[in-house]
Nanobody
Framework: QVQLVESGGGLVQAGGSLRLSCAASGPYTMGWFRQAPGKEREFVAAVSRIGGGTYYADYVKGRFTMSRDNAKNTVYLQMNSLKPEDTAVYYC????????????????WGQGTQVTVSS
Protein backbone atom coordinates (compact mmCIF):
# COMPACT_ATOMS: atom_id res chain seq x y z
CA GLN A 1 0.00 0.00 0.00
CA VAL A 2 0.98 3.61 -0.46
CA GLN A 3 2.00 5.05 2.89
CA LEU A 4 1.64 8.75 3.59
CA VAL A 5 3.10 10.51 6.61
CA GLU A 6 2.16 14.07 7.51
CA SER A 7 4.23 16.40 9.64
CA GLY A 8 4.43 20.07 10.52
CA GLY A 9 1.32 20.55 12.57
CA GLY A 10 1.29 22.40 15.83
CA LEU A 11 -0.13 25.27 17.82
CA VAL A 12 -0.09 28.74 16.33
CA GLN A 13 -1.79 32.04 17.04
CA ALA A 14 -4.35 33.46 14.68
CA GLY A 15 -2.61 35.18 11.81
CA GLY A 16 0.40 32.92 12.02
CA SER A 17 1.76 30.38 9.59
CA LEU A 18 2.58 26.70 9.42
CA ARG A 19 3.92 24.47 6.71
CA LEU A 20 2.73 20.90 6.51
CA SER A 21 4.69 18.20 4.74
CA CYS A 22 3.62 14.80 3.47
CA ALA A 23 6.21 12.15 2.81
CA ALA A 24 5.85 9.24 0.39
CA SER A 25 4.14 11.09 -2.41
CA GLY A 26 3.97 9.28 -5.73
CA PRO A 27 2.46 9.38 -9.23
CA TYR A 28 -0.90 10.52 -7.93
CA THR A 29 -3.02 13.53 -7.49
CA MET A 30 -2.17 14.60 -3.96
CA GLY A 31 -4.61 16.30 -1.68
CA TRP A 32 -4.93 17.84 1.73
CA PHE A 33 -8.10 17.42 3.73
CA ARG A 34 -9.00 18.39 7.25
CA GLN A 35 -11.40 17.25 9.90
CA ALA A 36 -12.39 19.17 13.00
CA PRO A 37 -14.06 17.51 16.00
CA GLY A 38 -17.68 16.77 15.24
CA LYS A 39 -17.31 17.85 11.62
CA GLU A 40 -17.12 16.06 8.30
CA ARG A 41 -13.82 15.70 6.56
CA GLU A 42 -13.45 18.56 4.11
CA PHE A 43 -11.28 19.34 1.14
CA VAL A 44 -8.45 21.84 1.49
CA ALA A 45 -6.25 21.65 -1.60
CA ALA A 46 -4.92 19.34 -4.29
CA VAL A 47 -1.98 19.30 -6.66
CA SER A 48 -1.63 17.39 -9.92
CA ARG A 49 0.77 14.53 -10.50
CA ILE A 50 3.69 16.68 -11.65
CA GLY A 51 2.74 19.81 -9.78
CA GLY A 52 1.45 21.76 -12.76
CA GLY A 53 -1.99 22.36 -11.38
CA THR A 54 -3.44 23.31 -8.03
CA TYR A 55 -6.96 23.47 -6.72
CA TYR A 56 -8.13 25.08 -3.49
CA ALA A 57 -11.21 25.22 -1.39
CA ASP A 58 -12.72 28.69 -1.29
CA TYR A 59 -12.16 29.02 2.43
CA VAL A 60 -8.38 28.67 2.07
CA LYS A 61 -7.84 30.31 -1.30
CA GLY A 62 -5.36 33.14 -1.04
CA ARG A 63 -4.06 31.91 2.30
CA PHE A 64 -2.83 28.38 1.63
CA THR A 65 -0.47 27.18 -1.06
CA MET A 66 0.07 23.57 -2.03
CA SER A 67 3.12 22.35 -3.89
CA ARG A 68 5.01 19.16 -4.56
CA ASP A 69 8.61 18.15 -4.98
CA ASN A 70 8.64 14.79 -6.71
CA ALA A 71 12.41 14.46 -6.37
CA LYS A 72 11.93 14.53 -2.60
CA ASN A 73 8.72 12.52 -2.67
CA THR A 74 7.09 15.26 -0.66
CA VAL A 75 4.09 17.53 -0.92
CA TYR A 76 3.62 20.68 1.10
CA LEU A 77 0.87 22.88 2.36
CA GLN A 78 1.99 26.37 3.28
CA MET A 79 -0.67 27.88 5.51
CA ASN A 80 -0.62 31.62 6.10
CA SER A 81 -3.03 33.94 7.88
CA LEU A 82 -4.35 31.07 9.92
CA LYS A 83 -7.72 31.41 11.58
CA PRO A 84 -9.19 29.58 14.58
CA GLU A 85 -11.62 27.88 12.20
CA ASP A 86 -8.65 26.25 10.49
CA THR A 87 -8.15 24.13 13.60
CA ALA A 88 -8.41 20.50 12.57
CA VAL A 89 -6.51 17.34 11.93
CA TYR A 90 -4.99 17.69 8.48
CA TYR A 91 -4.65 14.63 6.29
CA CYS A 92 -2.55 13.98 3.25
CA UNK A 93 -4.21 11.87 0.58
CA UNK A 94 -3.37 10.29 -2.77
CA UNK A 95 -5.74 9.57 -5.63
CA UNK A 96 -6.04 9.15 -9.37
CA UNK A 97 -8.56 11.78 -10.36
CA UNK A 98 -7.74 15.33 -11.38
CA UNK A 99 -9.21 17.65 -10.48
CA UNK A 100 -11.11 16.35 -7.50
CA UNK A 101 -12.21 17.65 -4.14
CA UNK A 102 -14.06 14.54 -3.06
CA UNK A 103 -12.60 12.39 -0.29
CA UNK A 104 -14.01 9.29 -1.95
CA UNK A 105 -11.77 9.77 -4.98
CA UNK A 106 -8.63 9.57 -2.86
CA UNK A 107 -7.49 6.04 -2.18
CA UNK A 108 -4.71 6.49 0.34
CA TRP A 109 -4.59 8.52 3.51
CA GLY A 110 -2.05 9.49 6.10
CA GLN A 111 -2.59 9.41 9.83
CA GLY A 112 -3.06 13.15 10.12
CA THR A 113 -1.31 16.00 11.87
CA GLN A 114 -3.00 18.33 14.33
CA VAL A 115 -3.19 22.03 13.56
CA THR A 116 -4.50 24.23 16.34
CA VAL A 117 -5.00 27.95 15.85
CA SER A 118 -5.63 29.95 18.99
CA SER A 119 -7.40 33.27 19.32
Amino acid sequence: QVQLVESGGGLVQAGGSLRLSCAASGPYTMGWFRQAPGKEREFVAAVSRIGGGTYYADYVKGRFTMSRDNAKNTVYLQMNSLKPEDTAVYYCAAGRKWPSNEPGTFDYWGQGTQVTVSS
